[in-house]
């Protein structure tokens, strides 16, 4: 592809488990290509990857209800909301970043912020 073009969003139905990958090492190229550090290459690997086994990367609302909807603590769905936003930062899949960029986690409820009837059922 020539520089200055734009990179095409995959629109295809196809989600078997090797378009998945092409779609996400071309993204992982172009993170080493940019120099990113190699953690960072191998986490948006893991995270993307694992996206891809729930939802269609290529739906941004899959995503978002399965990010949403995923049992696991909020720090990790910050890195999931990161790794799918390089994914669609190089699809230029502007609608995809404002969905996910514009999304504040709640922050998990501590013993202060409880009632005080509840927190003392917490000890």
Not at 27 to 55: F, Q, W
Not at 93 to 114: G, H, I, Q, Y
Request: glycine residues 2%; positive net charge.
């Amino acid at each position: 592809m020539m520089a200055g073009l734009p990179i095409p969003i995959p629109v295809s139905t196809d989600l078997t488990p090797s378009f998945q990958q092409s779609t996400i090492l071309n993204v992982l190229i172009s993170l080493e290509n940019n120099g990113r550090a190699k953690s960072t290459i191998e986490s948006t690997h893991r995270i993307l990857t694992y996206i891809s086994k729930h939802a269609n990367l290529n739906n941004p609302e899959q995503i978002k209800q399965f990010i949403a909807n995923h049992q696991c603590s909020n720090a990790y769905k910050k890195n999931m909301c990161l790794a799918y936003n390089r994914y669609c930062q190089y699809y230029q899949s502007a609608r995809a970043r404002e969905l996910l960029v514009s999304e504040e986690l709640t922050p998990m409820a501590t013993k202060r912020d409880l009632p005080h009837q509840q927190h003392n059922e917490l000890e």
